[in-house]
T-cell receptor, first 113, second 115 residues
Framework: QQQVKQSPQSLIVQKGGISIINCAYENTAFDYFPWYQQFPGKGPALLIAIRPDVSEKKEGRFTISFNKSAKQFSLHIMDSQPGDSATYFCAASRVGSARQLTFGSGTQLTVLP | EAGVAQSPRYKIIEKRQSVAFWCNPISGHATLYWYQQILGQGPKLLIQFQNNGVVDDSQLPKDRFSAERLKGVDSTLKIQPAKLEDSAVYLC?????????????FGNGTRLTVT
């Protein structure tokens, strides 16, 4: 019940294209859904996060779409750039968990120039 | 602000040996986490501290892993004895508090290889 399932495992997109990564969760107590970006040899860095009281959040080229009834959320990267090539992790935490994040398995994104 | 500092960056040991990792969180951050990231997987929480007290260590293999956070600042994670399956990146993270408005900041990790 604590799992967060992420897909696809890898994604190749042309420069300027849209990258879409999907996550699904089971625990309805989750109330915070961040996305992290990780470059090789670096720790994950918070990219964008959403709470379940909104269906969409946009920050620059990055958008989270959230579907509470389906227990799914996704990351959209518009106008993808080679510099966006990294591994992306979705995560979730629940009320009272003191920010104990449960991470998805990751998506390795490659943006071709 | 300075980020989360971890050392060493890399460590290679033989199975059954012991190893220790060090973490210095961002100044003023009360909450500190240790995560284990196995190659190709997402990070998995091992232990969480609030100041110098343990909040949750339910996923820490206590027969071989131990962690401490003295004076509520720096922390060390120790493995003794190490097993092959302990090969992973060990990430330290910190946050101001445990609430939703306090994002986690990760260090660059220590890559452990057990041979």
């Amino acid at each position: 019940q604590q799992q967060v399932k992420q897909s696809p495992q890898s994604l190749i997109v042309q420069k300027g294209g849209i990258s879409i990564i999907n996550c699904a969760y089971e625990n309805t107590a989750f109330d915070y859904f961040p996305w992290y970006q990780q470059f090789p040899g670096k720790g994950p860095a918070l990219l964008i996060a959403i709470r379940p009281d909104v269906s969409e959040k946009k920050e620059g080229r990055f958008t989270i779409s959230f579907n509470k009834s389906a227990k799914q959320f996704s990351l959209h990267i518009m106008d993808s750039q080679p510099g966006d090539s990294a591994t992306y992790f979705c995560a979730a935490s629940r009320v009272g968990s003191a920010r104990q994040l449960t991470f998805g398995s990751g998506t390795q994104l490659t943006v071709l120039p | 602000e300075a980020g989360v500092a971890q050392s060493p960056r890399y460590k290679i040991i033989e199975k059954r040996q012991s190893v220790a990792f060090w973490c210095n969180p961002i100044s003023g951050h009360a909450t500190l986490y240790w995560y284990q990231q196995i190659l190709g997987q997402g990070p998995k929480l091992l232990i969480q501290f609030q100041n110098n007290g343990v909040v949750d260590d339910s996923q820490l293999p206590k027969d071989r892993f131990s962690a401490e956070r003295l004076k509520g600042v720096d922390s060390t994670l120790k493995i003794q004895p190490a097993k092959l399956e302990d090969s992973a990146v060990y990430l330290c993270a910190s946050s101001l508090g445990g609430g939703v408005s306090s994002p986690l900041h990760f260090g660059n990790g220590t890559r452990l290889t057990v041979t």
